[in-house]
């Protein structure tokens, strides 16, 4: 079965720059995976910030954006802000008309 | 303006049946891909479910394979997902969303679907 891995919680302090990862349970992520990222604040929708490892979704702010670090997907988040505090979930498309999510990260702006 | 609306969560018991509809505008509804997505309470997103362009191909997550029907109907840029034999753990939100780049692009607001007795 495919575990998708992430931090479970993470630190930044405003104006700081924080990357969160995405792995694989075994192996490695590559742009193959079409790794996709998520925020998403309590009772709302996810939004969309990254999608095809790096391509910034319409209307998110350059401060984030999406790369492959190693054998992980990442997130890297600069001049944090605190309406960044949320929780944050990447997806990897499977190649088989399938998609798995992360267990998302959550991020507090202290 | 992209918009997805959710409707048809409800309160049911276990091994009950459900229908969610999501309702589509804003865009050429035929052309995409579309997914359905749940959170359980206070868990993370769980992909579930989605459909091609012309509905003539379906996914689903093993836990919920024989049990749900994801279908799209183009003519009324409707989908649908058609819960059947329900347990508890099929308790969440469920998102509407569309996929784009094997991602998903747009989302709903989501619909809550509570599995109990």
Known sequence: QTVVTQEPSFSVSPGGTVTLTCG?????????????????????????????????????????????????A?????????????DFFCALSMGNGISVFGGGTKLTVV | EVQLVESGGDL???GGSLR??????????????MSWV????????????????????KFYVDSVKGRFT??????????TLHMTSLRADDTAVYFC??????AFDSWGQGTLVTVSS
Request: proline share 5%; with cysteine.
């Open chain 1, 24 to 72: 694989l349970s075994s192996g490695s992520v590559s742009a193959h995976y079409y790794p996709s990222w998520y925020q998403q604040t309590p009772g709302q929708a996810p939004r969309t910030l990254i999608y095809n490892t790096n391509t910034l979704s319409s209307g998110v702010p350059d401060r984030f954006s999406g790369s492959i670090l190693g054998n992980k």
């Open chain 1, 74 to 86: 990442a997130l890297t988040i600069t001049g944090a802000q605190a309406d960044d505090e949320s």
């Open chain 2, 12 to 14: 049911v018991q276990p």
């Open chain 2, 20 to 33: 969610l509809s999501c309702a589509a505008s804003g865009f050429t509804f035929s052309s995409y891909w």
């Open chain 2, 38 to 57: 749940r959170q359980a309470p206070g868990k993370g997103l769980e992909w579930v479910a989605n459909i091609k362009q012309d509905g003539t191909e």
């Open chain 2, 70 to 79: 994801i279908s799209k109907d183009n003519t009324k840029n409707s989908l």
């Open chain 2, 97 to 102: 969303a569309r996929n784009w780049r094997s």
